[in-house]
Nanobody
């Protein structure tokens, strides 16, 4: 089993920045990637970004490209999401996720194996 614990959410004004972190523990050997999804009330869980554990390849949703950056610290089994130029529409619960396998459909939440509990990000206008 793998446990994921997020931190770093909060309230920020539009145009501001936040950094989320997610620490993985347990049997995470063989991880392909860690990443982030977000879900607003009444909406589906949407892909935000991810990073491959072995080579650092990154994936981003079009809505966050150029504003958000996913990075990793392999030694600490931690992934970060740096969010800049935040907009009110970025307001969501952000979930950390881990997948053991590569897929060309990495943006599909159903293909991810483990999830954190979520952290609230609120962007005020």
């Amino acid at each position: 089993q793998v446990q994921l614990v997020e931190s770093g959410g909060g309230l920020v004004q539009a145009g501001g920045s936040l950094r989320l972190s997610c620490a993985a523990s347990g049997r995470s050997f063989g991880t392909y990637a860690m990443g982030w999804f977000r879900q607003a009330p009444g909406k589906e869980r949407d892909f935000v970004g991810a990073i491959a554990w072995s080579d650092g390849r990154t994936y981003y949703a079009d809505s966050v490209k150029g504003r958000f950056t996913v990075s990793r610290d392999n030694a600490k089994n931690t992934v970060h999401l740096q969010m800049n130029s935040l907009k009110p529409e970025d307001t969501s619960v952000y979930f950390c996720a881990l997948t053991m396998y590569y897929s060309e459909n990495i943006h599909r939440s159903s293909l991810w194996d483990y999830w954190g509990q979520g952290t609230q990000v609120t962007v005020s206008s």
